[in-house]
Nanobody, 120 residues
Framework: VQLVESGGGLVQTGGSLRISCAVS????????VGWFREAPGKEREFVAAIRWRGDSTRYRDSVKGRFTISSDNAKNSIDLQMDGLRPEDTGVYYC??????????????WGRGTQVSVSS
């Protein structure tokens, strides 16, 4: 399985960004795809996840109501729409995939990340 992120950038506080994860390769065993982020000097943390070929979603509390994860089955991609961005949302955002029902830091498939920067 290969994961390639795109769409990061710099935005002001309150702005919006949409990042995407293109999923390819041997995908038939996948159950969940999600996003993690890593800020400078901090541990990588879970952001959101969606069931592969499904619509069940999960979010970390601090992004609920601001971020929306969705899947485009035709394009084999997972998008993360981020609205109301805050400086604390700054970090490298990584796409992760797993054959389990949830993605974790131990998930087997990772992209290389895309930078999201929010200026105050």
């Amino acid at each position: 399985v290969q994961l390639v992120e795109s769409g990061g950038g710099l935005v002001q506080t309150g702005g919006s960004l949409r990042i995407s994860c293109a999923v390819s390769g041997r995908t038939w065993g996948l159950k969940t795809v999600g996003w993690f982020r890593e800020a400078p000097g901090k541990e990588r943390e879970f952001v959101a996840a969606i069931r592969w070929r499904g619509d069940s979603t999960r979010y970390r509390d601090s992004v609920k109501g601001r971020f929306t994860i969705s899947s485009d089955n035709a394009k084999n991609s997972i998008d993360l729409q981020m609205d109301g961005l805050r400086p604390e949302d700054t970090g490298v955002y990584y796409c992760a995939a797993d054959t389990a029902l949830m993605v974790t830091l131990r998930s087997g498939y990772w992209g290389r990340g895309t930078q999201v920067s929010v200026s105050s």
